[in-house]
């Protein structure tokens, strides 16, 4: 099964508009990590944030994680037609080698 | 620097047959992964390679074997491809030497249909 679970599953909203997505999961995490996937291509990382850390900031996006509540949310401020694309979260388990993925979030940003 | 390249981008297989889908990273990374994706089930892990020489079943290897050749290359071999196994393949590759990351870096994946 999933470890991470995204929410909402699709998103549409305005050129200039933010965009929030949020991430929940199980078990304990060294990290959790962000991607994007484009239409047909592979997922390129985007963002990571410690289990020690609660908020981080990447140019546009802003990252939190509430380790007692298990959940992450990723914010796009100010979209742009060219951030339409999928979303995925993903936790670095402790004890495990390999990134769990989530089903990902869809977003579609209308110019 | 190609970062981590696959082929074939497209495959059509008919049931029973066999193919292998080759990846190759060029940042001398340790780790190596396969996933498959299936429409609305985000990515499911497959097989990975910590390390040259080892490999391990993820979520979902039945059908599937893979050969870690050496530290650039990992390969995905279905011996009989099945209708199930309809999917896009993506292999990613990690620095695991680097503590507490483990960012992936993932190819542009193939597309794989079984009749």
């Known amino acids: 099964s999933q470890q991470g679970e995204e929410d909402p599953q699709a998103l549409s909203i305005q050129e200039g508009e933010n965009a929030t997505m949020n991430c929940s999961y199980k078990?304990?995490?060294?990290?959790l990590q962000w991607y994007r996937q484009n239409s047909g291509r592979g997922l390129v990382h985007l963002i990571l944030i410690r289990s020690n850390e609660r908020e981080k900031h990447s140019g546009r996006l802003r990252v939190t994680l509430d380790t007692s509540k298990k959940s992450s949310s990723l914010l796009i401020t100010a979209s742009r037609a060219a951030d339409t694309a999928s979303y995925f979260c993903?936790?670095?388990?402790?004890?495990?080698?390999?990134?769990?993925f989530g089903s990902g979030t869809r977003l579609q940003v209308q110019p | 620097n190609a970062g981590v390249t696959q082929t074939p981008k497209f495959q059509v297989l008919k049931t029973g047959q066999s193919m292998t889908l080759q990846c190759a990273q060029d940042?001398?990374?340790?780790?190596m992964y396969w996933y498959r994706q299936d429409p609305g089930m985000g990515l499911r892990l497959i097989y990975y390679?910590?390390?040259?020489?080892?490999?391990d079943k993820g979520e979902v290897p039945n059908g599937y074997n893979v050969s870690r050749l050496n530290k650039r290359e990992f390969s995905l071999r279905l011996e009989s491809a099945a209708p199930s196994q309809t999917s896009v393949y993506f292999c990613a590759s990690s620095d695991s030497r680097t503590s507490g990351r483990n960012e992936q870096f993932f190819g542009p994946g193939t597309r794989l249909t079984v009749l």
């Open positions: 993903a936790t670095d388990e402790t004890g495990r080698r390999a990134l769990t």
């Open positions: 390679s910590a390390s040259e020489g080892t490999t």
């Open positions: 940042m001398n990374h340790n780790s």
């Open positions: 078990t304990s995490i060294n990290n």
